[in-house]
């Protein structure tokens, strides 16, 4: 059996692992043609209520969809311009960086600061780098050669990777190999399945391309975004197949993409350990 934060693993099982719910990397939320221009629209993704606004430049912004004034949800009536987020409510305002930049009149408080996260427009998909608060992204996101047009988009209970299993078993796929940033998977005839990062899986089938998109909402669902490809079904009973390749390279999204510096270590353990050069 499997369950999502740290239950049992369906390769080993009964042997207990520990995954975090959110894999690190980029992850799509919203078509920016689904995104009005200047307004901020609802998403749930990686377990929070967000907020996600077009600017008229044509740029996007994910924030955390409460105020940090007194908790207002700017996806109710919030606007976005190239430069700042105005609360519905009270009308403040913070940069695209979250910092409060207007206070309507007042002073402005340095700790009313609204979470960010990294955020690209990649071919006309709204991208967001799920990573610890503050967290830069390695790289862009891998999005398509080509515009976007998705098809379908359904709920699927389990963690990303149980779901990318299922989505793999579903196009045929019994075995692949890592190359360089993205897990390629072996099937039959003139076609290859390939996943780049957490959140992307991509169907090339000789000159056409198709992709499927999973996204965490919360501890125990995930999106699935299909494009090209509306008649593929992820069987339930698919997230216990082994893939241990895949799944191996799947975890490495398990830990953060930038290095953490140490805490800083004060008193008599912080001195000794200077002393042996710890």
């Given at each position: 059996m499997t369950s999502d934060n740290g239950s049992l693993d369906p390769v080993?099982?009964?042997?207990?692992?520990?995954?975090?719910?959110?894999?690190?990397g980029w992850f799509a939320l919203a078509m920016a043609a689904e995104v009005p221009e200047g307004v901020l629209v609802p998403v749930a993704a990686f377990g929070q209520s967000l907020a996600v606004g077009r600017t008229p430049d044509g740029r996007a912004l994910v924030v955390h969809a409460s105020c940090p004034h007194l908790g207002a949800d700017l996806a109710a009536g919030g606007r976005i311009d190239d430069d700042r987020v105005m609360c519905p409510v009270h009308e403040w305002c913070f940069g695209h960086d979250g910092a409060?930049?207007?206070?309507?009149?007042?002073?402005?408080?340095?700790?009313?600061?609204?979470?960010?996260?990294?955020?690209?427009v990649v071919n006309g998909i709204i991208w967001a780098f799920q990573g610890r608060s503050g967290e830069g992204s390695s790289g862009p996101p891998a999005g398509p050669a080509t515009p976007a047009l998705v098809l379908r988009v359904e709920d699927h209970a389990g963690h990303p990777e149980d779901v990318m299993v299922g989505l793999l078993s579903a196009f045929g796929v019994a075995d692949g190999s890592a190359e360089a940033e993205a897990w390629i998977g072996d099937l039959p005839g003139d076609r290859t399945v390939v996943v780049h990062g957490p959140g992307m899986l991509e169907v090339l089938s000789g000159p056409s391309r198709s992709q499927v998109y999973v996204t965490p909402v919360d501890?125990?669902?995930?999106?699935?975004?299909?494009?090209?490809?509306?008649?593929?079904e992820v069987d339930a009973e698919s997230d216990r197949m082994v893939l241990s390749c895949f799944r191996d390279w799947y975890r490495r999204f398990d830990q953060p993409s930038t290095p953490t510096r140490r805490a800083a270590r004060s008193g008599r353990s912080g001195r000794r350990a200077r002393l042996h050069g710890a």
């Open positions: 080993t099982s009964g042997a207990p692992v520990h995954r975090p719910p959110f894999p690190v409060c930049v207007s206070a309507a009149g007042g002073p402005l408080p340095n700790a009313a600061k609204l979470r960010v996260w990294p955020t690209e501890g125990f669902t995930t999106s699935v975004r299909m494009c090209d490809n509306p008649m593929i």
